[in-house]
């Protein structure tokens, strides 16, 4: 993997930045080789690191497949990074309604279905999981999905309470499946844009004109197994398809508002 890319390019604006995708892997804890992928090492220490520059104000720490349904890595991490993060999880079928709550109170936010590499709990199952975390935690579905498969899916994620698709949909050629779950309510991270096959900025301005709250941003890093990693310039690129009010939305109001990260909603002390 190529390591991510630093340029001279300026902070995300007067909101900060909400990064709603990054991966933290971290040695002490397990990891399992997915289709023969093993991560290389991206600490919260690297994190921060390559970060410093961004005017971070807080973000969605991802499981990725190779961490299957260990939760102790994202907890550490979550605790390290502070009340602006919070987490998003695999986990399986049978998890207890007791365990749920302990990973709210962690800070975890959502769960996630990964349909591209595997990891986590199985498709069919993916309606019943969705509808218990959400009535019990409020919590979210993301999912990793190429948007020309969505049709498949569209009936059962468009009738869930809350959900959200990574990476742009990863094809443009399955825009318009992404674009009417979009209509039902679903949101987009506009994350991973070397992942993106298809032109990004037109697939960003597309899903903000059906809903101007949708788009979330995120620096996908360290951008495992990406084409290419994170770019400085993937702010800037956004700030450029978009005029400022909307820029800042995607770069920050919007994943606040889905993630609800504590040090955002909880009260002072």
């Known amino acids: 993997m190529n390591a991510p890319e630093r340029e001279s390019t300026p902070g995300p604006g007067n909101g ?13 804890f397990p990891v399992t080789a997915n289709q ?3 991560p290389p090492t991206f600490t919260v220490d690297d994190y921060t690191t ?3 520059h961004l005017d971070v104000t807080g973000g969605a ?12 890595y994202l907890c550490e991490a979550l605790a390290r990074l502070g009340p602006g993060f919070v987490g998003v999880t695999q ?38 999981l969705a509808r218990r975390v959400h009535e019990i935690a409020g919590w979210h579905v993301e999912c990793y999905v190429d948007a020309r498969e969505l049709h498949e899916l569209a009936p059962t994620l468009a009738a869930l309470p809350a959900v959200s698709i990574d990476h742009l949909g990863l094809n443009a050629d399955g825009l318009n499946h992404l674009l009417r779950l979009v209509e039902r309510g679903a949101r987009v991270k506009a994350t991973g844009f070397g992942r993106f096959t298809g032109d990004v900025p037109t697939a960003m301005r597309a899903i903000a004109d059906v809903n101007e709250n949708a788009l979330i941003f995120g620096t996908d890093l360290p951008s495992t197994r990406a084409p ?4 400085d310039s993937d702010i800037t690129l956004v700030r450029e398809t978009f005029e400022e009010s909307q820029a800042n939305r995607v770069l920050h109001d ?11 909603t909880d009260p002072p002390k």
Do not use: C, K, M, W
């Not at 990064?19 to 002490?28: A, E, G, N, V």
């Open 254 to 264: 919007n994943a606040v508002d889905l993630y609800r990260p504590p040090a955002f």
């Open 50 to 52: 390559h970060t410093a």
């Open 91 to 128: 986990l399986p079928a049978d998890v207890t309604n007791e365990r749920i709550l302990e990973l709210q109170h962690a800070g975890v936010r959502a769960v996630r279905f990964n349909a591209r590499r595997g990891g986590g709990t199985p498709l069919d199952q993916l309606d019943e």
């Open 36 to 38: 023969g992928y093993v």
């Open 61 to 72: 720490v991802v499981s990725g497949s190779f961490q299957e349904f260990d939760q102790e």
């Open 228 to 231: 290419r990693p994170f770019r």
């Open 16 to 28: 900060g930045l909400f990064d709603s995708h990054l991966h933290i892997i971290d040695p002490r």
